[in-house]
């Protein structure tokens, strides 16, 4: 009888650790997945904005001497990230391709000005900023004209806005989410051995001693969980890169560090505080209490 009773115990043990690491992985490869979407979501918009153009025209009479001088003043700048100097034969050149025809033989000469491209570094892809830049260069005597796409950046950077502000907020939900599931399956999973923890503490045995099994029981759990968690992204990421090698997911060795330490941090985070506190209840129940 008691080895039949045993054998119940075990086996519901067993099957209680199992719904605990199910459910720390469920939970972990969904932090995975949005963080991955964070992570990627400010690299792609980095490349977008790293595609805007702010165009310094030249003035006519700027010997090539002091256009290589600016040219190589301005690619020493912290906010620059190429720069690009397009003669205005270049220019003629490029023009007469789009338009389909030779616009030179109408006007006789090239109205066009040498110009350099600057190709700015994400952070100072901003209105403000990039207006502070036009600012500044408007006052150099070499510079005719500074031009960009004032209404292209402002509705990309409000659009970036926005998409981050969401996200940051689907990601504190999806957290709170993933620390309330982690928490009740380990409270439960702790709840089954409440009796032993008052055993242990009626015949003299402190809370931390008390404790200390049951947390890294948890801790064992939760990198398992996370384990779990990492394997399945990975399969995830390997698909996804097969069929959107755009994304170059596989390749990004930056993003994917950031992604498997956070989750074996949100793992052992969650884990030892859950784990913490739920012990500590029971520690703190009287015997009568445990009942209920």
Known sequence: M????????????????????????????????????????????????????????????????????????IQ??????????????????AYKKDLGEDFLQFLGDNPLKNGIDIYLKADYVTPEKMSELETTYEKNSFIAEVNYDKPLVELL?????????????????????????????????IYSKRFNIKTMQMVGATKSFIRRPFIWQSIRLGMLGAFIAISGLSILIYYVDKYIPTLELLTDYVALSYVAGGIILVAFFITWISTFFATQRFLNLQTNDLYY
């Open 2 to 73: 008691t080895t039949s009773f045993d054998s119940f115990q075990k086996r519901r043990l067993q099957s209680s650790y199992v719904s605990v690491v199910v459910s720390i992985a469920l939970v972990l490869f969904m932090i995975g997945v949005l963080g991955l979407v964070l992570l990627k979501s400010t690299k792609v918009a980095n490349h977008f904005k790293e595609k805007v153009v702010m165009t310094l025209f030249l003035k006519d009479d700027v010997a090539d001497k002091n256009i290589e001088t600016l040219k190589e003043s």
């Open 76 to 93: 020493k700048e912290t906010f620059v990230n190429k720069v690009v100097y397009i003669p205005k034969e270049e220019a003629a050149k």
């Open 157 to 189: 950077t409000k659009n970036i806005q926005r998409i981050s502000f969401w996200l940051l907020v689907l990601s504190g939900f999806f957290g709170l989410v993933a620390i309330i599931l982690i928490n009740s399956s380990i409270r439960l999973s």
